[in-house]
């Protein structure tokens, strides 16, 4: 039982470029979440899927995109990355009976 | 105002002893309370939940006060271990989200 998993788990990019982060869980939760951290920020919601099919912005959307692929992955993808997303990003998910949320290792994003 | 409000420290408590904070929150009517620690680099993981009667888990006690809107945490017999941020989180009523804490900064010192 692997929980929450991310990959990659470091990446660098140009500016412009785009690339496609990719996050699963194996707990069998309904709902997933894409964040973003920055130093002195604290955690902020990019976008969440509360169930298979569904997608909804948080906090902090632009510039980003997702795909709930099934009920095991959520992908986030940057179609031209800025240095503003500069970031780590994590990924988590939860389950019907509670709200409390697992999260994945993360990955750090250079964007020069 | 912000949903959830931290002090970020750092607090600095010397190993053996306790620690203390709090923190607040706007949504009155919020219902689930959660404390995570977060290592330098790492993930959150949850530390505990927090109830209406407070609960404790070993050296750690977390209290909620429904009234003044606020939720605390203690570590008692600090260990070097405990260093690490410690995150109050916050479900966000009638959304499925949770919304979090700056964190407080713990360093404990031999």
């Known amino acids: 039982n692997a929980g929450v998993t991310q990959t990659p788990k470091f990446q660098v990019l140009k500016t412009g470029q785009s690339m496609t982060l990719q996050c699963a869980q194996d707990m069998n939760h309904n709902s997933m979440y894409w964040y973003r951290q920055d130093p002195g920020m604290g955690l902020r919601l990019i976008y969440y899927?509360?169930?298979?099919?569904?997608?909804d912005k948080g906090e902090v959307p632009n510039g980003y995109n997702v795909s709930r692929l099934n009920k095991r992955e959520f992908s986030l993808r940057l179609e031209s990355a800025a240095p503003s997303q500069t970031s780590v990003y994590f990924c988590?998910?939860?389950?019907?009976?509670?709200?409390?949320?697992?999260f994945g290792p993360g990955t750090r994003l250079t964007v020069t | 105002r912000k949903e959830v409000e931290q002090d970020p420290g750092p607090f600095n408590v010397p190993e053996g002893a306790t620690v203390a904070f709090n923190c607040t929150y706007s949504?009155?009517?919020?219902?689930?309370f959660f404390w995570y620690r977060q290592d330098c680099r790492k993930e959150p993981k949850l530390l505990m939940s927090?109830?209406?009667s407070g609960n404790e888990d070993g050296r750690f006690t977390a209290q909620l006060n429904r009234a003044s809107q606020y939720i605390s945490l203690l570590i008692r017999d600090s260990k070097l271990s405990d260093s690490a941020t410690y995150l109050c989180v916050v479900n966000v009523y009638g959304n499925n989200r949770l919304a979090f804490g700056k964190g407080n900064q713990v360093v404990v010192i031999p």
């Open positions: 988590a998910s939860r389950g019907q009976a509670t709200y409390e949320q697992y």
């Open positions: 927090v109830y209406s």
């Open positions: 899927s509360a169930s298979e099919g569904t997608t």
């Open positions: 949504n009155s009517a919020s219902q689930s």
